[in-house]
């Protein structure tokens, strides 16, 4: 989970920071590619999640003893980040791909498609951090029992504070804005000939960039 929403979810959000000098469509298409993958491993993570509860043996018993599933306010948060992920996806790929909206539709959907990707971002760092959380308490029980910290619980203590040091990366990286990705030259052309072609995306973002900076 932490690996899709969270890493490469990440990695894809900075695709137009990173790669500014590149062509509009290329990094279209490695930010798509990115949110894809990270939405398929994301899926392997919840079946996994699904199984351990559904497949979960009594230790003394034997038998099969399952965990009953969507109790925990990390299955509620995380569920609702990943079907909003799915709505975002599915969004931005209508509206900025295939078939592509209208330029006029982009300018309009690309402030929210930015706000909506970071608050699902926000809020897969929030279900990283919960799980994490529920593991320690269900599984490490040394700092309960024994009142002192075991090395288990110091590995995932670093575990989540790495993450928000990611996640605390990007969103820096994201909302500075003299490294927002500009039109091309050849992009330049196409908006100022109002031609209603992929270049044109980043119409929006000019707009917002000049009354940012005025
Ligand atoms: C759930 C999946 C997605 C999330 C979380 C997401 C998130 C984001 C975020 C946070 C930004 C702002 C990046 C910046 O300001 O530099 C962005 C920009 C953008 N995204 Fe997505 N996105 C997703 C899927 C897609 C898809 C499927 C497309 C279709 C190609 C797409 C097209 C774009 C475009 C064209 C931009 C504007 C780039 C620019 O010129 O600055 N996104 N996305």
Known sequence: MSLGMLYLNGEAIL?????????????KMVHLSL?????????????????????????????LDPIPNFYSLHSWIGISTLSLF???????FVVFFCPGAPLAVRKKAMPL????GMIIFVLSLGSALLGISERAAWKMTCWTKDHEMCSEMLITNFFGIILVCYACGVIILVSYSPWQRLPLPSEEMHVSQN?????????????????DDD
């Open 86 to 92: 799915f709505f975002q996806f599915l969004f931005g």
């Open 195 to 211: 031609d209603d072609d992929y270049g044109s995306d980043t119409a929006p973002f000019i707009n917002n960039r000049r009354h």
């Open 35 to 63: 949110q894809a993958g990270a939405f398929l491993i994301a899926l392997f993570g919840l079946k996994a999640a699904w199984d351990s509860h559904v497949l979960n043996k009594n230790p003394t018993t034997g038998q």
């Open 15 to 27: 695709v137009y920071r990173g790669f500014r000098w590149a062509e509009k469509y290329r990094t």
């Open 113 to 116: 498609h930015r706000s909506i």
